[in-house]
């Protein structure tokens, strides 16, 4: 089986779990950065690093949003008003240069639970939808099937532990095999690793996750990440994304 020119890396923002709802931020958002693996390499992979060598002075700081935004463990540095200022825009524009399309579900617990679907799972709507999407995107690329058969993208996720990982490729597995929209055979691999492996696409994809799903949540708040991710939502051809690069549910 041929390997694809494309990857994929997933991340997430907020609890898939409906035990409980957090008011201030009642989502779970599923991101999906979806990278050739010629641009990966030439510009992703060197764009983030030089910025990890200017801020730090090493490339071994992990990116995490949560913990850039509260200035957190290696981000302590960046206390500085002038200095997070400065970093935040450095990092938003290694976004907007980054070559990517991003497919993202943005699931609304508390209306989840209001339509008595409590039972759902967040997690396995979310990747049903953007594993979906994605085949479709790769299909229009010729990267889904070649005269040899299936061509194979490699899907890579967070580790998360023992049984989430176990249930997350349980469900990964369950999608691909057919139990979609489109009942089809998705060419899919989930690649579950440990964030501290410090994959850049990981990081880029946990860095989208959360300015998403704030943007449905504050529509009207000022967004700068934002700006930058709608632009390379995956859309159909009259450049609409609703559905396409984003789904919000339900």
């Known amino acids: 089986m041929r390997f694809s020119d494309y990857i994929v890396f997933v991340d997430e923002s907020g609890d898939h779990?409906?035990?409980s709802i957090d008011d201030g931020y009642?989502?779970?958002v599923l991101s999906c950065c979806l990278i050739s693996k010629r641009d990966y390499m030439s510009t992703v992979v060197p764009a983030m690093q030089q910025l990890k060598f200017s801020t730090f002075g090493h490339d071994?700081?992990?990116l995490h949003e949560r913990e850039i935004r509260k200035d957190m463990g290696p981000f302590s540095v960046l206390r500085d008003r002038t200095r997070?200022?400065?970093?935040?825009q450095?990092?938003?524009d290694v976004l907007d240069r980054?070559?990517?399309?991003v497919f993202s579900a943005v699931i609304d617990k508390r209306q989840l639970a209001e339509h008595r679907r409590r039972e759902e799972n967040p997690y396995e709507l979310s990747l049903r939808f953007c594993l979906e999407r994605i085949f479709y995107s790769l299909r229009r690329l010729g990267q889904t099937s070649d005269a040899e058969g299936p061509v194979l993208t490699h899907v890579l996720c967070e580790s998360r532990g023992r049984n989430e990982d176990a249930d997350l490729e349980l469900a990964f597995r369950r999608n691909c095999g057919g139990d979609n929209f489109g009942n089809i055979h998705l060419p899919f691999e989930p690649v579950l690793t440990d964030k501290k492996n410090n994959s850049i696409g990981l990081q880029l994809a946990d860095l989208v996750a959360r300015p998403i799903g704030l943007k449905q949540l504050r529509p009207s708040q000022s967004n700068r990440a934002w700006d930058v991710i709608e632009r390379k939502l995956d859309r159909d051809p009259l450049g609409r994304y609703i559905g396409y690069g984003l789904k919000c549910f339900p």
């Open 17 to 19: 779990g409906m035990d």
């Open 26 to 28: 009642p989502l779970f």
């Open 60 to 62: 071994a700081v992990i």
């Open 84 to 88: 997070k200022q400065a970093f935040i």
């Open 90 to 92: 450095a990092l938003t």
């Open 98 to 101: 980054t070559p990517m399309t």
